[in-house]
């Protein structure tokens, strides 16, 4: 049934961000914005960064109910309920298998994997066309205000992300900039390719 394998491409493309932000994170040399955002909730106020991630989507949520309602789809309440959960178990398994904070060239390849994992993610729940995460809803609606092109809003909401990051304590690193590099580029090609599938398990077989 379509909507099962649909809901199942949701659920791992939000199995795969919360790996990701968990990779980054304990790589400890910068996350992309919205990680470190995270992270900083968590730090201020003494929780996982995944009760943190669900705090912030719920606050995203909420804003999004308000002035933008017709962004939320599945994709958006899977991602609150189960983002947060899929981090904290990812950094489970990481802090299990490395105790010890890594060094800068194992940090350095924990955040590259994670990078790419993030935007392959992406890339695969945005393929189903179930909506988007709070975080990305968000981006619409700053789009829906200024009237810019989404890459440009979305580099004005991680922005704001980076700002009170920071303010909350957490630090911008190489991690940070890889991110910003190369998970537009990766969600994109992503997207590419899970549309040439779609079409071609949807092209009536011949003979």
Known sequence: MKIVKNI????LGIFGIGIAMALMTKGNVGTDPITLLINGVARKFNISSGWAANILNVFYLAILLIFYRKVIRISTL?????????MDFGLWVLNGVMPNEPN???GLVLNIVGVVLLGASIGIYLS???GSSPADGMVLWIQSLIKLRYQYCS?????ICCIVGILLGEMIGVGTVI???????VCDRTLQCMKKITEKNDRPAEG
Not at 78 to 83: D, G, I, K, R
């Open 155 to 159: 580099w004005i909401f991680y922005a």
């Open 179 to 185: 991110a910003l590099v190369l998970v537009g580029v």
């Open 78 to 86: 899977l991602s609150v309920l189960f983002m947060g959960s899929f």
């Open 8 to 11: 199942a491409l949701v659920m």
């Open 128 to 130: 189903v066309g179930y």
């Open 104 to 106: 800068f060239w194992v």
